[in-house]
């Protein structure tokens, strides 16, 4: 059957334990502060006025993928990337986001839901540059939400397991999967573009 109301989802679904509402936090405690450190790699999800939602991924060495400024504000740089800035033009239409933090080998997760804004000021960017090399601006996030999500989803898909990991040519490289998609798109051109800005212009 289809599930259009609450009620109906609720006769699929139990009730949650009473610890799931319990554990979210308003703000970052010691534990979740300890896990962004750790964090290498988040996923960003936002959504435009009409409320079509986008994931995005994030990536840096631990201690510099965020800030975190006191127990109500995350910092989150936004290094050089696409120049598409999905993400960015949601902010302007509906400045709310939702982050999930990842640290490789542990099965938990780290949810937190916020207010995002824009910013461009220097003693905001100073404590996430590397290499003497600055965000081009960073998200100033308002903590609503903060919680550790259980294991279950990375147990299922034995994400750090080392017999799990895929063999890099079972799947087609980027360039290959754009020239099928793009016409007149060369792969070898476009590997070779991003293998260099890889090299050259993570920041």
């Not at 750790?38 to 990536?59: C, E, K, N, Q, T």
């Not at 933090?101 to 000021?121: D, H, I, K, Q, Y």
Request: hydrophobic share 45%.
């Amino acid at each position: 059957m289809a599930i259009d109301t609450l009620a109906e989802l609720r006769q699929v679904y139990r009730p949650p334990a009473a610890r799931a509402s319990l554990k979210v936090l308003d703000h970052l405690d010691v534990h979740c502060r300890k896990f962004i450190a750790l964090s290498p790699f988040y996923v960003i999800s936002s959504a435009r006025a009409d409320g079509r939602a986008d994931a995005s991924p994030r990536g840096d060495p631990p201690r510099f993928l965020a800030h975190v400024l006191d127990d109500k504000t995350l910092l989150l740089p936004d290094r050089p990337g696409n120049r598409q800035v999905d993400t960015l033009m949601n902010l302007i239409e509906r400045p709310y986001v939702g982050l999930v933090f990842f640290v490789p080998g542990l099965t938990e997760t780290l949810r937190v839901n916020g207010r995002a804004e824009m910013s461009t000021e220097a003693e905001l960017l100073l404590p996430l540059a590397i290499k003497g090399k600055l965000p081009i601006c960073v998200l100033k996030v308002t903590v609503e939400e903060a919680f550790l999500h259980c294991a279950k989803a990375l147990v299922r898909a034995r994400l750090w397991e080392p017999d799990a990991q895929v063999e890099r040519s079972c799947f087609p490289t980027y360039g290959r999967v754009l020239a099928d998609q793009i016409a007149g798109a060369d792969a070898g051109e476009i590997d070779a573009g991003e293998e260099e800005s890889a090299r050259t212009e993570l920041y």
